[in-house]
């Protein structure tokens, strides 16, 4: 797992940025992997920005969403689908019929699991996942103690989750309590695994996703067994990481290091 701690949410967001869109202009038919909520929101205007300066094309780039509200239509304004509207599609170039949302209205939501599964295996899998991370550790919608070997599935929400998402809505009622979500072995599929978090409240997260152990009961610990993770947290949400002062000393010596290997 690489750890790339930044000054703050701007600097890192600025080197989400760089990584995805130098991936995207190495490789036009990509497969991302997008997460909605917060934490992106810089890398989705950087990414928006460097469309419309030419800069990078994302009219051939396939992508998955990690999750998706039970019983929002599309066009609900609190959809997840409304949510990449309004802060990506809207703003590149892609083709919508190449960007896939859960389907949160689905008639058999089981189906429509099996279904997304099979959609993201027949795109050849993701080649990287954007994540962030909720207060309590959980990967898109897999709450402590999911299996770390789940694939797309329904899952109840926690009240915590209700209660940190209820600043959406007009009211905590409004909040669905029901979700579609990625899988975490789903989520470990991916070619790269791309996680961001900012903030002094995501700091117990973050150290128990990069330093605790590997436990459903902080299912971004599962990253740890990822072959090819980035973790990227601002010095607010790095602040308990015993270890902060290494991952500084190695991200100031990679360049050092890609040059002997």
Not at 76 to 81: A, G, M
Not at 157 to 177: G, H
Request: charged share 25%; glycine share 8%.
């Amino acid at each position: 797992m690489e750890v790339i701690v930044c000054r703050d949410y701007e600097e890192m967001s600025a080197k989400a940025a760089e990584i995805v869109i130098g991936a995207v202009r190495k490789k036009p038919k990509f497969v991302l992997g997008l997460a909605t909520g917060t934490t992106p929101l810089g890398l989705y205007k950087r990414m928006a920005e460097a469309n419309r300066a030419g800069k990078v094309d994302f009219s051939k780039v396939v992508t998955f969403n990690l999750d998706e509200y039970v019983g929002l239509a599309p066009d609900h304004v609190q959809s997840y689908r409304h949510f990449m509207d309004a802060n990506l599609f809207n703003h590149v170039n892609i083709n919508k019929v190449n960007t896939h949302v859960p389907d949160g209205k689905a008639k058999s939501l089981l189906a429509a699991c099996e279904k997304y599964e099979q959609m993201i295996a027949d795109a050849g899998g993701i080649d990287l996942q954007v994540l962030g991370i909720g207060r309590d550790g959980h990967l898109g919608f897999n709450e402590p103690g999911t299996s770390l070997a789940s694939r797309t599935q329904v899952v109840v929400l926690t009240e915590e989750t209700i209660e940190d998402n209820s600043r959406l809505f007009q009211n905590k009622d409004e909040v669905p309590r029901f979700a579609v979500t990625m899988g975490i072995q789903t989520i470990l599929n991916a070619r790269c695994c791309l996680m961001m978090a900012n903030g002094k409240n995501k700091a117990d997260a973050v150290k128990g996703c990069v330093e605790g152990p590997v436990t459903a009961m902080n299912t971004a610990s599962a990253l740890q067994m990822h072959p090819n993770a980035v973790v990227i947290v601002d010095e607010a949400a790095a602040a308990k990481l015993e270890l902060l002062d290494y991952y500084k000393w190695c991200r100031k010596g990679k360049e050092q290091l890609t040059n002997l290997l």
